[in-house]
């Protein structure tokens, strides 16, 4: 792929704007300057620098990002700044959407990508991908609040009782919720329905994959091989 291509199919904006970085001796690819819009390389593996930030290809972006909280995960947030902004602006020229949404007070795992078949995967109700909630609670409970989600409890406007896939109490104000859908408010209407009231929320792991201890909130990372590995294990 000539190099002109190659950084616009990454983010760096339009073939034009692309050219000129090129041109303006911006770029190195693995390791040597290029001022060559049209020279091609292999893109298996290719590390390259724009403005001495370095970069490898990715045919399609897959990230993980530590939500905080005060930030929208909507494209158009109304109130608060939404979650893409806290991404560089190359991936969001690049299109990356956030898979599934958190409440504006809710923290932890969000994934991110532009690979549509990923995209679809996680967020389809038919794989039924676990996530995984750490929920601090307002009033003090033991464990019959965890075996009353495990049975299932009837939300408003919900056909059929609705169960976590599991619940753990780890201790009086904090429980790990699992859940195999992503319904409206769902954690907070459950906790609601069980008698007791979310305090905080965050998203501790999405199927297998568990938010790191070392991304700091507000922080995003690629996701590895290993990472996708075990989100593909995660489904059921
Ligand atoms: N359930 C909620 O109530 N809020 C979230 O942000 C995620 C799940």
Same mark, same amino acid.
């Given at each position: 792929m000539n190099l002109e291509r190659i950084l616009h199919s990454q983010g760096f904006g339009s073939r034009? +704007?692309?050219r000129i970085l090129i +041109?303006?001796?911006?770029?190195?690819v693995n390791g040597e300057p290029?001022?060559?819009p049209a020279a091609d390389f292999d893109t298996t593996g290719l590390h390259f620098t724009v403005k001495g930030e370095a970069w490898e290809f990715r045919e399609k972006a897959h990230l993980m990002l530590h939500k905080p909280a005060g930030y929208e995960c909507s494209l158009k947030p109304a109130i608060r700044p939404g979650v893409?902004?806290?991404l560089p602006a190359l991936l969001r020229e690049r299109g990356v959407q956030n898979i599934g949404r958190l409440d504006e007070d809710t923290t932890g795992l969000l994934l991110f990508s532009d690979d549509g078949q990923f995209i679809h995967r996680m967020s389809?109700?038919?794989w039924k991908v676990p996530k995984i909630y750490e929920v601090t609670l307002k009033h003090p409970a033991d464990t019959r609040i965890a075996q009353t989600l495990m049975q299932g409890v009837q939300l408003h406007d919900e056909p059929e009782p609705i169960a976590a +896939?599991?619940?753990?109490l780890i201790n009086e104000h904090v429980l790990h919720l699992t859940l195999g859908e992503g319904k409206y408010h769902q954690v907070k209407?459950?906790?609601a329905a069980a008698g007791n009231r979310v305090e905080a929320l965050k998203r501790i792991a999405i199927g297998r994959l568990v938010l790191p201890d070392d991304l700091a909130a507000g922080m995003w990372r690629w996701l590895s091989e290993d990472d996708l590995a075990k989100l593909a294990r995660g489904q059921t």
């Amino acid at each position: 792929m000539n190099l002109e291509r190659i950084l616009h199919s990454q983010g760096f904006g339009s073939r034009k +704007l692309c050219r000129i970085l090129i +041109l303006n001796n911006e770029v190195t690819v693995n390791g040597e300057p290029c001022d060559d819009p049209a020279a091609d390389f292999d893109t298996t593996g290719l590390h390259f620098t724009v403005k001495g930030e370095a970069w490898e290809f990715r045919e399609k972006a897959h990230l993980m990002l530590h939500k905080p909280a005060g930030y929208e995960c909507s494209l158009k947030p109304a109130i608060r700044p939404g979650v893409h902004s806290l991404l560089p602006a190359l991936l969001r020229e690049r299109g990356v959407q956030n898979i599934g949404r958190l409440d504006e007070d809710t923290t932890g795992l969000l994934l991110f990508s532009d690979d549509g078949q990923f995209i679809h995967r996680m967020s389809s109700p038919k794989w039924k991908v676990p996530k995984i909630y750490e929920v601090t609670l307002k009033h003090p409970a033991d464990t019959r609040i965890a075996q009353t989600l495990m049975q299932g409890v009837q939300l408003h406007d919900e056909p059929e009782p609705i169960a976590a +896939l599991n619940c753990v109490l780890i201790n009086e104000h904090v429980l790990h919720l699992t859940l195999g859908e992503g319904k409206y408010h769902q954690v907070k209407r459950m906790i609601a329905a069980a008698g007791n009231r979310v305090e905080a929320l965050k998203r501790i792991a999405i199927g297998r994959l568990v938010l790191p201890d070392d991304l700091a909130a507000g922080m995003w990372r690629w996701l590895s091989e290993d990472d996708l590995a075990k989100l593909a294990r995660g489904q059921t």
